[in-house]
């Protein structure tokens, strides 16, 4: 019996994109992880474009693509919803605009089913990682970030933030729903509290290509992120240790 797998995709207001992406998504899919019982699943957190629509056609024409609509926003609610809904032995996820190379996809899903770990990012700033189009300043906020976050708790990855991951279903169950934050420092919580915890993290180089449309205010994204640290440093992370504790 094949192993099952979800590929969730959050969307807001990305009524422009959606179409291609998930049909680019599905057609790798196909050609490349066709030993798995695959979904695509699109996670609309309060769209108010077409996106709707646009998921409800996308399923239509294809029973594999489903979609979840919330009306909150929120990136890191859409993933805890889309993951807690699902039933599949491996959850993932990747930002719409696909700026993380597909050809990545399957050593990262090997990475949980195949290689015992519990959680396989994609890092930019690993060494053999290609990053394209990436302007200075941004560079410099993510480096800068992942030297906070590591020196503040010794963590053994160096990008939280890349939109591309996989997770075992133990760990989405036991560690997703401990996470506080529901929009970009989600990623970062939820690999802080997985290490911390004793669930494995595997790093793999990407090829990443910037897409100049994103959406992303980086100044405000890198505070929410800093005050998050600190949420985290002065006991949040401790009350969620205790809580797997409890639960093992």
Known sequence: MKKTLDVVIPVLNEARALADSVNALAAFLSNNLNDYEWAVVVADNGSTDATPSICQSLSEQDSRVRHVRLEQRGRGRALKRAWAESNADIVAYMDVDLSTDLSALPQTIAAVDGEGYDIAIGSRLKRGAQVMGRSFKRELISRSYS?????????????????????????????APLVVDNGWFFDTEMLLIAEKNGYRIKEIPVKWTDDPDSRVKIISTAWEDIKGLLRLRFGGLRQASREIARNR
């Open 147 to 175: 030297l906070i976050f590591r020196a503040m708790f010794l963590a053994g990855f160096q990008d939280a933030q890349c939109g591309f991951k996989a997770v075992s279903r133990r760990a989405a169950d036991d560690v």
